[in-house]
């Protein structure tokens, strides 16, 4: 099999070429090896190559829907036994993990042949992917451009033909970013329904979810018959489970007419470009051809006090991050970007009371989003506020950085992370990506589907966010999409 072949087939296409015996797991494993050492060197997006276990398990006897198909897994929080899960930071990278994670085992049950890893910026904790111990990924829309974060690595890959769906995970955009940068299928699954163990019974109090970047619809919802097939059992709670029968087979049916409320208003009021604009306006009267009712809405939520409250969370979780690594390998400060080291400050600047009150803020958040989708089957937003940026374009200011490495030094990192300078470069770091965090806090399902491009020839993908349980419609509504305007990929 060539590679024009080979990429012409989703992974469900694939595992049918395998199970009907018209393709090998062998053939289809080096399809991907020499794809990726053709456009590799270009992206940066698998940084960990494990060629000689996969062209070992590519000649055992593989079982399951997805038998022999190949596979990427993210570099965080999707740990393969025996190798370093670097999560893009100097410290971790050579400890390696004693066991599988619960989805790599679900994954590897499934049949999938799994011969890389992906990059991710420090610790998943921005929305491109430029750790300094990787080095940036680039979009293979335009190598300029970032491929979003955190799973930009798994997303560049897809974009680019290595595989085409790969492991991903989103902790406050961290898969649909990366889908919309490239042009992918992304869906953030809702609180609870995926696992993170054995290592984790959660994370981020169930704000960030498994799943992964594909290129059509019918993966997505596949996959997510892999990831959810059981209860977690190292879980702290007991999510509600899958529809009968899973989510692939009803994912085919129409979704019947919906009423979807719309804004492109940014939670942050920062600037929203006039394309991410038109790629929701383009998606309404698309979804009104459909036979939709879709009208502009607003969720009533204080959506900039959503974001504080949600930085907050992430510069605790840093801290606590740091931590943890420091008693565990004896790290360095060197060992962590500086980065994250000022996000850390931040969090510890704060007082366990601060992170209970915002804690608590959740359940507010997610009531006034409940009451919204009472009115509303889905919400409609961007899910960028402008198209990809240019790789480097988020690095902090030297001047900034400058006065970071003086206030850690001084240990006036905490009183600094209350400045004026610091909300700006932090509002100006969130401002392309703002309308994502709302379905991690409240935990609900959220897909970015590429329906759109800029004259420029970018991919500009737009959100839906459904209620609690909402995986189905979400899956549904994106097939009905991908019918009716199938969406476009990448020339490299």
Same mark, same amino acid.
């Given at each position: ?93 050579? =400890? ?7 989805? =790599? *085992? ?13 990059? &991710? ?29 955190? %799973? ?21 955009? %961290? ?18 329904? &995926? ?32 990831? &959810? ?36 208003? %940014? ?14 306006? *383009? ?64 969090? *510890? ?17 997610? *009531? ?14 961007? /899910? ?57 806090? /409240? ?18 993908? =737009? ?27 990448? %020339?490299?």
């Amino acid at each position: 099999m060539d590679h024009a072949d080979y990429r012409e087939h989703d992974a469900v296409g694939l595992a049918a070429l395998v199970a009907s015996g018209d393709v090998s797991p062998a053939e289809l494993l080096e399809c991907a090896i020499d794809r990726t050492e053709q456009v590799n060197p270009r992206l940066n997006a698998v940084i960990l190559p494990m060629y000689d276990l996969a062209r070992k398990r590519a000649g055992e006897q593989l079982s399951g829907p997805f038998a022999g198909v190949p596979f990427l897994i993210k570099d965080l929080a999707q740990e393969y036994a025996g190798l370093p899960t670097g999560a893009g930071n100097r410290a971790l990278s050579t =400890v390696p993990a004693p066991e599988h994670a619960e989805i =790599v *085992r679900r994954w590897l049950d499934s049949g999938l042949v799994i011969f890389g890893k992906t990059n &991710t910026p420090e610790f998943g904790a921005k929305g491109i992917t430029e750790p300094e111990v990787n080095g940036p990924t680039r979009n293979p829309w335009d190598l300029s451009r970032t491929p979003g974060g955190s %799973s930009g690595g798994s997303a560049a890959a897809v974009a680019a033909g290595i595989v085409p769906v790969a492991g991903a995970n989103d902790g406050g955009g %961290s898969i649909r970013i990366p889908a919309a940068c490239c042009g992918l299928v992304g869906l953030k699954p809702g609180r609870g329904l &995926t696992p993170f163990g054995p290592y984790a019974a959660e994370s981020l109090h169930g704000a960030a979810a498994q799943g992964v970047v594909s290129r059509t619809v019918r993966d997505t919802a596949a996959m997510l018959d892999v990831i &959810t097939s059981a209860a977690d059992p190292y879980g702290p709670y007991l999510a509600a489970s899958p529809p009968a029968g899973g989510y692939a087979e009803p994912a085919r049916r129409e979704p019947g007419p919906l009423r979807i409320g719309f804004t492109t208003a %940014s939670p942050l009021g920062t600037p929203v470009d006039p394309q991410a604009i038109a790629a929701v306006e *383009r998606t309404a009267a698309l979804l009104e051809d459909l036979g939709h009712t879709v009208e502009p809405a607003t969720t009533g939520i204080d959506e900039s006090g959503l974001a504080t409250d949600f930085l907050i969370m992430w510069a605790a979780t840093m801290a606590s991050t740091i931590d943890q690594i420091r008693a565990e390998t004896g790290a360095p400060n060197s060992a962590f970007e500086l980065d994250t080291r000022l996000l850390a400050a931040a969090g *510890r600047a704060r007082s366990a009371s601060d992170y209970v009150t915002v804690h608590q803020r959740w359940n507010v958040y997610g *009531r006034r989003l409940a009451a919204f989708h009472e009115t509303y089957d889905l919400l409609l937003t961007p /899910t960028l506020a402008r198209p990809p940026v240019e790789v480097g374009e988020l690095d902090t200011p030297p001047a900034l950085r400058t006065l970071g490495r003086l206030a850690l030094a001084l240990r006036l990192a905490g009183p600094l992370s209350k400045t004026r300078q610091w909300h700006d470069t932090v509002i100006a770091n969130l401002s392309p990506v703002p309308f994502t965090q709302l379905a991690n806090i /409240t935990g609900r399902p959220a897909i970015s589907l590429p329906t759109y491009q800029t004259p420029d020839g970018l991919p500009l993908g =737009v959100q839906f966010v459904a209620p609690l349980g909402g995986e189905l419609v979400l899956l549904q509504l994106a097939t009905q999409l991908e019918s009716a305007s199938p969406w476009a990929r990448p %020339s490299i």
